[in-house]
């Protein structure tokens, strides 16, 4: 089956650190450019980052340039985002997704909370 | 950076038909996709490349790029397509960024 699959999120204190990863299956991992795209509650998408099929190049948005960084792990499959420096507007639902320059493949999202 | 504007919402009765707008500077050069997002789920890509279709969605939904202004356009509304829709491109101009549009809620009345 053709799909992704989030996990990782959780309830964070601000300011510290957390790791969210993505499981691909049923496709030829290798051969997508990645992503993670997020939503605050209630308000629209917002892409965050992004990452080349060979892990050689690597995208972000301004609002989490410094603060996160992608990852890929071609041979297990697997697309990271770890997230440093947590903030409160930080707090949303962060989906995985492939493709090139539009989003064919969504995974369900994880809830990342940042509240002390 | 870029900025893809489109109106907050449409409403439209069950079988006419839907357009929501997307505009940015010189969308034209660009290629537009268009996601579908229902309460609670994750979003769905149902016209990609200005026109084009994924395999299994309806050909009730088009998509146009054309005098400034790019179209999603629903014909046939039925009360399973209300949901908020999103366009969005792929800057790759400028900074690599992946930019999405407000997004519209569909109500269906």
């Known amino acids: 089956q053709v799909q992704l699959v989030e996990s990782g999120g959780g309830v964070v204190q601000p300011g510290r650190s957390l790791s969210l990863s993505c499981a691909a299956s049923?496709?030829?991992?290798?051969?997508?450019?990645l992503h993670w795209v997020r939503q605050a509650p209630g308000k629209g998408l917002e892409w965050v980052a992004c990452?080349?099929?060979?892990?050689?190049?690597?995208f972000y948005a301004d609002s989490v340039r410094g603060r996160f960084s992608i990852s890929r792990d071609n041979s297990r499959h697997t697309l990271h985002l770890q997230m440093t420096s947590l903030r409160p507007d930080d707090t949303a639902v962060y989906y995985c997704a492939r493709g090139w320059a539009e989003f064919d493949l969504w995974g369900q999202g994880t809830l990342v909370t940042v509240s002390s | 950076s870029y900025v893809l504007t489109q109106p907050p919402s449409v409403s439209v009765a069950p079988g006419q038909t839907a357009r929501i707008t997307c505009g940015g500077n010189?969308?034209?050069?660009?290629?537009v996709h268009w996601y579908q997002q229902r309460p609670g789920q994750a979003p769905v890509l149902v016209v990609f490349?200005?026109?084009d279709r994924p395999s299994g969605i309806p050909d009730r939904f088009s998509g146009s790029n054309s005098g400034g202004t790019a179209t999603l356009t629903i014909t046939n509304v039925e009360a399973g397509d209300e949901a908020d829709y999103y366009c969005q491109v792929w800057d790759s101009i400028t900074d690599h960024w992946g930019v999405f549009g407000g997004g519209t809620k569909l109500t269906v009345l």
């Open positions: 990452i080349s099929t060979d892990e050689s190049k690597t």
């Open positions: 490349d200005d026109s």
């Open positions: 049923g496709f030829t991992f290798n051969t997508f450019r």
């Open positions: 010189n969308i034209g050069s660009k290629s």
